[in-house]
């Protein structure tokens, strides 16, 4: 029996989600990436100097509203739940390749979504290839993979990442010497951080209450054929759609599209690279970040996976740009698919449940 409540909390996580994103565009934020956690992590990674590409260097208030959303309204629902312990350094490896499978694409699932939303149809190819990495996932899933359990932690554990936010906020808001700021580029494209962090705290809020992922959307509807999930991006598209197309930003095509590339294959495999991973983790870049303001350590590592994969990306040329995806971002990425596939296949026919 489909539960309507349900139902309408997701479209209407999803509505506000779509809606906030295309204002933060207006407000000052990258065409097609109102919200964006890979790009929002590759840039707050940038900004603590742990890549030197200046284009993309700021501290991101809606990465720290995420956190801190889901933190508050975790507590407030009696969610907050110190949790972790499964399989930290694999779940760290994983992350940091869903990180170069994103940049090669140039974006996580939920800007492909918005990219989508603007016109973007670059975007299609990597929707095709999140779904067959998700596929892939799904298969080592039937096959038992498993990352395993988790065990209830300290409550010391679940307060790291809601500090680590606090502390970035201040740096955000008192810009000391020593934080990385882009001067021209994708990082010097913000809305005004106040109205970025209120923005990440209702996100953050409402991703905490829908559980939205769009990983666990397409494996619920591949193993389970329950596509509840999905509904919520579905939502997301139509608003952002809606909202580009009154406020003049919608521009369908191919080419000129911002912040993207239109190389076909690079698109489809990074952004396989990325699902496959997110599955294997059991949630993606969004949902990682949502766990890690409730307390979780295995959401927590995986974002430090995200930063470090970041950092990886622009450090050593992997990550791509409009002018297409370099020689080594190619081979990182072929690369991740096959360790993934052997962590895969090594983890299989374990006992206990991924987290």
Not at 274 to 279: K, L
Request: charged share 10%.
């Amino acid at each position: 029996m489909v539960n309507k409540k349900w139902i309408a909390l997701l479209a209407v996580s999803g509505g506000v989600v779509g809606l906030l994103a295309a204002g933060l565009t207006v407000l000052g934020n990258p065409a097609n990436m109102g919200v964006c956690v890979a790009c929002f992590l590759r840039d707050t990674a940038g900004a603590l100097g742990l890549h030197s590409a200046e284009p993309v260097q700021y501290i991101r208030p809606e990465i720290l509203g995420f956190i801190l959303g889901a933190f508050l309204l975790s507590l407030a629902r009696r969610e907050f739940k110190p949790s972790g312990g499964s399989s930290p350094l694999l779940r760290f490896f994983i992350s940091l390749f869903v990180m170069i499978g994103a940049l090669v694409f140039l974006g996580c699932p939920l800007r492909m979504i918005l990219r989508l939303a603007g016109g973007d149809l670059n975007a299609l190819g990597g929707l095709a290839g999140f779904a067959a990495g998700i596929a892939l996932g799904a298969l080592m899933l039937k096959k038992g993979f498993s990352l395993g359990r988790s065990y209830q932690q300290s409550v010391a554990s679940g307060f790291v990442m809601p500090a680590l936010a606090l502390a970035l906020l201040a740096f955000t808001l008192i810009k000391p010497a020593f934080i990385r700021l882009s001067e021209s580029g994708p990082g010097s494209m913000r809305a005004p951080a106040l109205a970025a962090l209120a923005a990440g705290l209702v996100i953050g809020g409402l991703a905490q209450v829908s559980r939205m992922c769009m990983a666990g959307g397409f494996r619920d509807l591949i193993l389970i054929k329950n596509p509840s999930m999905l509904l919520v991006y579905a939502a997301v598209f139509a608003a952002a759609l809606g909202a580009n197309l009154g406020i003049g930003k919608f521009n369908a095509g191919f080419s000129g599209q911002p912040i993207a590339h239109s190389d076909f294959l690079w698109n489809f495999l990074g952004m396989a690279l990325a699902g496959y991973g997110s599955t294997l983790l059991g949630g993606c870049p969004l949902r990682q970040t949502i766990m890690a303001g409730e307390g979780s350590a295995d959401g927590a590592i995986c974002v430090l996976g995200l930063l470090a994969g970041a950092a990886i990306s622009h450090n050593f040329g992997l990550a791509a740009s409009p002018a297409g995806v370099p020689l080594n971002g190619q081979i990182a990425c072929v690369i991740g698919l096959a360790v993934l596939t052997g962590i895969g296949l090594l983890n299989s026919g374990q006992k206990g449940a991924a987290a």
